[in-house]
């Protein structure tokens, strides 16, 4: 259509110009030709406009008279209708690949006249020297043409590129014209015969001859156009670089442009031995605003890609190439120009959105940060055959470097996180530069003893606070138990005063001195009773073996009569049956008002002697006989196993199966599914016992064995038997004394060699007062007598020898004795005192009352006025329809959502799970035997008589006796008083303390806090796990929602087809005004993410705040 021109004769132009057409037909050269048309036939001419001719814009045209007349363009332009304007107007916008704008069809007719007349006139002006694509491709092709030549005709080819047709262009590019520009532009790279100028006019030539649909498929499909450009980016040129940049970056925008630039990129780094993006940052960090622009323009559009971990690693090769300076540059930088400012908020917005996304990523996997294994698990997995293995494995081998020592290795960990989190956590969110440093400037050895002392400190700090509370709290009850007693003696001095008036004191505090209310007393409001003088206790009856000890009831009431002495012949062993076995052992009862006479003989067998003791009948009598034919429920005869030789034993006291119940953990018990011949075989190895014979050969040690007692003794026993002696002789060898410095260590009282366990042994192994006396009827014959008696002799010449190790022994064990029980007191009764004045726990009752009731609808259980406690623990047992979830469950969702307050009622019950390890009962009879102790060494002290100079029994055990009562009178106040808050406890929740003791109360609370707690973090994971599906599908579905529209936007930006023209212009424009990068999208994507993130957090708060970076006292550390 365009372009396309006949020349007939007679014509006076070349190919045509404007005008050519006009005519609609040739004029003949001389007059009255027949070929001419008068001006009457103007407006019917037919033949298109053409903007190209080279004919001058004056026609020759005959006259009325056959004269020739010269029509100049706009006498014949004004000739045309209006419509033939607005045709010949669209014709020529088409043909400039000028879209219809808007803006040019409302100009006037006139506008339009003089724009097509200045067209031809324009056409016209370049006419003469070159004129095809050809003519300028031989120019560009000429091997002499030097650099003002070249300068000349990249000015007329650029000019020709941008005015002449697309056929004009394409002619130009097929015939290679662009490949001889790139060519000329890596002449001019190299430096030879060309100067900047001449690359920057043939950069600008290859950008006006691709700058259609045609172009820039040739440059899309060409090998090395892209890189030649590339080699253009020299920031120590900026305009040459401007123009590079200029004709790069558009181009990334265009399908699978991207890729070819960073390609381009990387061929030109290799080639010049730098970074790929070195050029690109330099240059951002120049003077000139434009190139700034337009690198920040190039950054922005490589780094707008959809995949998240290929945008963080491009951006992240730019911070290595310097530009972390630079964009630090930048923000700091008060007035940007309006360009450079749009392209850095994109940039910003950017980089904000990756950090969010990041922060997001780790909150998706934070129930996995609380496990050691997980973490290490899946950093091993994001590494395996990676190139980062090799180094994450160099951190770990320099971790066990660490110095093994408790307290400088938490120091360095400390630092080492501080550092990596500062490295890798950085606020806005970029990697470091790496390439700034090449290693941290700091003192280490200086850093770890401020983390050291700065730790240390801490724990120190807590520890002395917790220590400061728990002397206030003991001391607090102890000055409250003083005031009680005084309050007591008070009062019965008043009433010894006032005689005939009865004493009113407050009930149970006068436990302390032995008094509790008598049968029939009753009690006032003001919580008092009248207690008259205690009467005597009756007359103890006659004790006989497997006789137990009771102990004195759980409240008040009067103190049980002091046990009967033992039968001749017979004491008690290390433990009484009915007692508690260890472990923990209880008190031995050598500390209660019974003396312990020598162990009992060996048809008892309740000592344990070295060799195991003969069982039978004594074993029955104890209550371990045989084990019952069937055991209860259900529970399976043990498997007999079958060994080669004999085995070393495991001297374990065996459960005696008619006491296990259905909560016993022995009920449940399967070991023998670990059973293995390995196992069998490594424990028939490692401990078998050494046959009997070579124990008979040894040589003699002169310390052991019964077959050394025999050989070093052929003294035959006369008063004690061999089973004994064997024992005293075995004693002797253990303490290591002979028995006059025991008997001075006794007398003297000297705690420095004395020590509980050896009062223990005196007092199980020595015989009895009556073997005593028959052992000191033979002294005059003691060289007669035997090791063992002659020992037993010595010993037994002290007078109340027994009672006196009873004392010793309870005095070296007093301050044990009070450091086990005033902890337990001191507990149980914070704990009462806290969960009675708990307003979250009642609250919490409240909530699981209601939630109770309406359960419970249509049963008998409905419309309670209240409910046990130990209903709590058992909440867990009641599953939801899918059986995925509890009550503990729902009530902790529902607390939390409606109720947050009550939350933290596990924090008014500090106490509880101290309470839950308190046995009443054990405690009180602990009291107990420490009264009859104390009791027994008040009549030691009556009764005693020196046996010598060096007797100094009086002299330190009287001091101590009254220190002893004192300290119990206080633990006896204590302990009433902890009594008498749980039985108000027990009043306050309606339950009996007979059958529910302060030991399951408070184990109930305790364990319910705990499967509270629980419950509450599986619901916040759950609400995690579901909130990050619905945030990934979210985020699936907005994702392919943004990439078609994020296509189809491109599309219309980059509709290319062969004939459109202003393909690079266009696109440099949409990165210029920033719509090319899908802000709107960005700005949503952010909002989503934070209040994502906010959500997340806020439920977190409670549970993680302790773990949060920003808390954490080492990122208060200066490492500088």
Known sequence: MFGTKKSKKG??????????GVVGGTVSGTTGGNGGVGMASLGRAKAPLSLQGSTPSITSQDDVNGNSVQLTAQQILNALPDSEVERRFKEMLEDMNIKSEESLLTKTIQEKRMMLSMRETTGTTVRGKLETPFEFIQCLRNEHLNSDKLLKHCESLRIALTSNPLSWVKEFIDKGGTDEILALVRKCQQNKKFNEKNEIDLIRCFRAAINNGYGTKYVRGHSTALQTICGSLRPDRPSLMLEAVRLIAPFCIIEGGQSAVLNALTLTAEQQGTERFRAIVEGLDSDQDALRKHCLQMVNVLLDVE??????????????????????????????????????????????DDFEELTQKHENIAQDFFDLQECFDMIKASITDTPAASAFLSILQHLLLIRDDAQIRPAYYKLVDGCVAQIVLHRNGVDPDFGYTQKFQMNVDELIERVKGHSSGEDINIEALQNRLEEALTQKQEMEAKLANYEAKLGQISAQGSPGKALQVPAGLLIGQGIGPPPGATSSNGGTSVVPPPPPPPPPPPFMPGMAILSAPLSGGAP????????????????????????????????????????????????????????????KMLGFGTVADVLPFGMKPKKQFEISGTLKRANWKKVNPRQVTQKAFWLHVDEEKFVTDALLEELTSKFATVPAKKEINRKDDGTNGAAVGSKKNSKEL??????????????????????????????????????????????????????????????????????????????????????????????????????DIKPMVVGATEACEEIQSSK???????????????????TRNAQSIGFDISFLPSMA??????????????????????????????????????????????????????????EDLKTDLKNFRPQGERDYFEKIMQPFYERAQQTYDVLRGMHAKMVQLFESLAEYYVFDVKKYTLEEFFTDITNFKKQFDVAFTENIKLRELEEKRRVEKEKREKAERDKKERAQKRQRLTDIDGDQEGVMDNLLEALNSGAVFCSNNNKLRRKNNRSANSAINTRLMRTRSRNAIAMDPMRAIDIS
């Open 840 to 858: 979250k726990f009642a609250k919490l009752l409240e909530i699981v009352l209601l939630c109770g009731n309406i359960l419970n609808t249509g």
């Open 718 to 819: 006369k008063v004690i038997d061999a089973k004994a002696a064997q024992n005293l002789m075995i004693m002797q060898g253990s303490l290591k004394m002979s028995a006059e410095d025991i008997k001075t260590c006794l007398l003297e009282v000297d705690e420095s060699r004395l020590h509980d366990s050896m009062i223990q042994q005196l007092i199980k192994y020595m015989p009895t007062q009556d073997a005593l006396s028959k052992l000191a009827n033979l002294k005059e014959d003691s060289s007669e007598l035997h090791d063992a008696e002659q020992f037993a002799l010595s010993l037994g010449s002290m007078k109340r020898l027994h009672p006196r190790l009873n004392s010793i022994s309870f005095k070296l064990r007093f301050q044990e004795m009070v450091s």
């Open 877 to 934: 047992n009641t599953k939801t329809v899918d059986q995925k979830s509890t009550l503990v469950h729902f009530l902790a969702d529902y607390i939390e959502k409606h109720h947050p307050e009550v939350l933290g009622f596990g924090d008014e019950l500090s106490y509880a799970e101290r309470a839950s390890k308190v046995n009443v009962e054990q405690v009180d009879k602990n009291l107990n035997m420490m009264k009859r102790s104390l």
């Open 560 to 619: 049980p009569p002091p046990p009967p002495p033992p039968m001749p012949g017979k004491c008690f062993g290390s433990g009484l049956p009915g007692a508690p076995p260890p472990p923990p052992p209880p008190l031995p009862s050598p500390l209660g008002g019974v003396r312990a006479p020598p162990p009992l003989s060996q048809t008892h067998g309740s000592a344990p002697l070295p060799p195991p003791p003969p069982g039978g009948a004594a074993n």
């Open 307 to 352: 995949d998240y971990d290929f945008r963080v690693h491009l951006r992240n090769e730019f911070m290595r190439c310097g530009m972390l300076s630079v964009y630090e540059k930048l923000i700091k930088e008060e007035h940007l120009s309006v360009d450079l400012g749009r392209q850095f908020t994109v940039f910003k917005n950017s980089l904000e």
């Open 11 to 20: 014509q006076s132009g070349g190919s045509g110009g404007i005008l050519s």
